[in-house]
């Protein structure tokens, strides 16, 4: 989650980390890129919201980039600032040279330094030449206030897997629809992925996890709602994938249980055509499933094979493509339309649910 004391109260930070607290949340994004007018008054609101957040075992990283390092009068190699303010960690909006972030890493407070990985560049190995302490170093994208600004999926992936195959602990951010501000005034929300940013938030994180991109996921803007909060932690934190599905209104009471109540296999031999959760005929061989909405198949379909397919009835499938329908296939639903493209990333022997 992320909190901008200057523009916001502590009483509405105490709150929105109280209940943020209560769901699991454990990390804070802070931005410092902009001081106002009175830097002693936006530096002690800085204080009191860390504070209060490590009551709650938050930790706090501060954004902050060279120019202001110089404002403050702060060295790269003494960072006691950030220890007094609370932070545990700083991250880097714009970079020094590599060796400042490397020997920023051996800081004696155990400080996190946090690097931008949407840079594009190979600034990462120029740091790590100069042997950082990597257990404190730390890769953050950004988030992009602009509509059609945000990152591609190409460009995520390429350099978000930089990073991992350096075993550098990342983040990213997903964007609240009921949030109102972020650290500037004009904002079309705060994502890292451009094709995130009208997406429901849930989706988003579902995205973000299920790319096998990052570790941390961030809301970039303040304050999302309680529901909003409930929805993230609970994609967050849940053992399987869950994609949402519309049912057909013909769908019969024992095809909701097959596709609710399973833990879904994705079959290892896999077909171009139909993604096969078969375990479900071998649970449900006892039920009836009677042939209905026969019609063609389209990708995202949710199948629950028939009765007239002999040993297979009652096996679970999701379409991958479009396929005629020989009348032994009952179409009991689709993929939400806003998760449907999340199916892209659901591979052979994974395992995930499905929820209305």
Same mark, same amino acid.
């Given at each position: 989650?992320?909190?901008?004391?200057?523009?916001?109260?502590?009483?509405?930070?105490? &709150?929105?980390?109280?209940?943020?607290?209560?769901?699991? +949340?454990?990390? @804070?994004?802070?931005?410092?890129?902009?001081?106002?007018?009175?830097?002693?008054?936006?530096?002690?609101?800085?204080?009191?919201?860390?504070?209060?957040?490590?009551?709650?075992?938050?930790?706090?990283?501060?954004?902050?980039?060279? $120019?202001?390092? &110089?404002?403050?009068?702060?060295? +790269?190699?003494?960072?006691?600032?950030?220890?007094?303010?609370?932070?545990?960690?700083?991250?880097?909006?714009?970079?020094?040279?590599?060796?400042?972030?490397?020997?920023?890493?051996?800081?004696? +407070?155990?400080?996190?330094?946090?690097?931008?990985?949407?840079?594009?560049?190979?600034?990462?190995?120029?740091?790590?030449?100069?042997?950082?302490?990597?257990?404190?170093?730390?890769?953050?994208?950004?988030?992009?206030?602009?509509?059609?600004?945000?990152?591609?999926?190409?460009?995520?992936? &390429?350099?978000?897997?930089?990073?991992?195959?350096?075993?550098?602990?990342?983040?990213?951010?997903?964007?609240?629809?009921?949030?109102?501000?972020?650290?500037?005034?004009?904002?079309?929300?705060?994502?890292?992925?451009?094709?995130?940013?009208?997406?429901?938030?849930?989706?988003?994180?579902?995205?973000?996890?299920?790319?096998?991109?990052?570790?941390?996921? /961030?809301?970039?803007?303040?304050?999302?709602?309680?529901?909003?909060?409930?929805?993230?932690?609970?994609?967050?934190?849940?053992?399987?994938?869950?994609?949402?599905?519309?049912?057909?209104?013909? @769908?019969?009471?024992?095809?909701?249980?097959?596709?609710?109540?399973?833990?879904?296999?994705? $079959?290892?031999?896999?077909?171009?055509?139909?993604?096969?959760?078969?375990?479900?005929?071998?649970?449900?061989?006892?039920?009836?499933?009677?042939?209905?909405?026969?019609?063609? /198949?389209?990708?995202?379909? /949710?199948?629950?094979?028939?009765?007239?397919?002999?040993?297979?009835?009652?096996?679970?499938?999701?379409?991958?493509?479009?396929?005629?329908?020989?009348?032994r296939r009952n179409v009991v639903g689709h993929l939400n339309s806003n998760e449907a493209f999340l199916l892209d990333y659901i591979k052979p022997w994974s395992s995930f649910k499905l929820a209305e």
């Amino acid at each position: 989650m992320s909190l901008y004391p200057e523009h916001s109260t502590l009483e509405d930070d105490k &709150k929105y980390l109280d209940t943020a607290s209560k769901l699991g +949340y454990s990390r @804070i994004f802070a931005s410092l890129l902009e001081l106002g007018d009175d830097k002693e008054k936006t530096i002690n609101r800085f204080k009191e919201t860390i504070a209060y957040g490590n009551k709650l075992d938050f930790v706090t990283i501060v954004d902050m980039n060279p $120019r202001l390092f &110089k404002t403050l009068g702060i060295s +790269y190699d003494d960072l006691s600032f950030f220890h007094d303010l609370g932070a545990s960690g700083i991250r880097l909006d714009e970079g020094f040279s590599g060796m400042e972030e490397s020997k920023m890493t051996h800081n004696p +407070y155990g400080l996190k330094i946090e690097i931008n990985m949407s840079s594009g560049t190979h600034y990462l190995d120029n740091i790590i030449s100069y042997h950082p302490d990597t257990n404190n170093l730390l890769g953050c994208h950004n988030f992009y206030p602009q509509r059609y600004t945000g990152l591609g999926e190409d460009f995520f992936t &390429k350099w978000s897997t930089f990073f991992k195959e350096r075993n550098i602990h990342s983040a990213a951010f997903v964007s609240s629809h009921s949030a109102t501000f972020g650290p500037w005034p004009v904002q079309d929300g705060l994502p890292t992925l451009e094709d995130d940013r009208d997406l429901p938030i849930s989706t988003q994180v579902k995205h973000l996890l299920l790319s096998g991109m990052v570790d941390d996921v /961030i809301i970039g803007n303040t304050y999302a709602s309680d529901e909003e909060l409930k929805e993230v932690s609970e994609a967050f934190y849940a053992p399987y994938p869950v994609l949402k599905v519309d049912f057909s209104s013909n @769908i019969t009471d024992l095809e909701k249980e097959v596709i609710l109540k399973s833990t879904h296999v994705y $079959r290892g031999d896999a077909s171009d055509y139909l993604l096969r959760s078969t375990m479900t005929r071998v649970v449900y061989k006892d039920g009836n499933f009677p042939a209905h909405d026969t019609q063609d /198949i389209k990708r995202g379909d /949710i199948i629950i094979v028939n009765d007239t397919y002999g040993q297979y009835k009652g096996e679970t499938q999701i379409a991958l493509r479009d396929i005629k329908n020989d009348g032994r296939r009952n179409v009991v639903g689709h993929l939400n339309s806003n998760e449907a493209f999340l199916l892209d990333y659901i591979k052979p022997w994974s395992s995930f649910k499905l929820a209305e």
